[in-house]
């Protein structure tokens, strides 16, 4: 299994609509093969900063998704709402 960790900040005052379109596209992974879960995360103190951490039962997997036409839609409606462009890491475990 490996974990997504993905960045993003918002503009102020578009945090609402931010959500909408972030649930939305969390609708979407759900479906998506090897998807296994995730949360998101709001930093203290910064409304406009969001923290997600997604698991995916592979690298493959979420390559799949990270390329897929479904995430590309979800993403147009994401992407005119940040500030800068999200920051992903993949993280794995060590043994």
């Given at each position: 299994?490996?974990?997504?960790?993905?960045?993003?900040?918002?503009?102020?005052?578009?945090?609402?609509?931010?959500?909408?379109?972030?649930?939305e596209a969390m609708r979407h992974s759900l479906g998506?093969?090897?998807?296994?879960?995730?949360?998101?995360?709001?930093?203290?103190?910064?409304?406009?900063?969001?923290?997600?951490?997604?698991?995916?039962?592979?690298?493959?997997?979420?390559?799949?998704?990270?390329?897929?036409?479904?995430?590309?839609?979800?993403?147009?409606?994401?992407?005119p709402l940040l500030t800068e462009d999200e920051t992903?890491?993949?993280?794995?475990?060590?043994?």
């Amino acid at each position: 299994m490996i974990k997504i960790i993905i960045e993003r900040r918002i503009m102020p005052g578009l945090e609402e609509e931010y959500e909408e379109a972030a649930r939305e596209a969390m609708r979407h992974s759900l479906g998506a093969k090897g998807f296994v879960g995730g949360e998101t995360l709001v930093e203290r103190g910064h409304s406009d900063r969001r923290l997600m951490i997604v698991k995916w039962r592979d690298l493959n997997a979420w390559n799949e998704w990270y390329t897929s036409e479904e995430r590309s839609r979800a993403m147009q409606r994401i992407l005119p709402l940040l500030t800068e462009d999200e920051t992903i890491r993949i993280y794995e475990p060590s043994y």
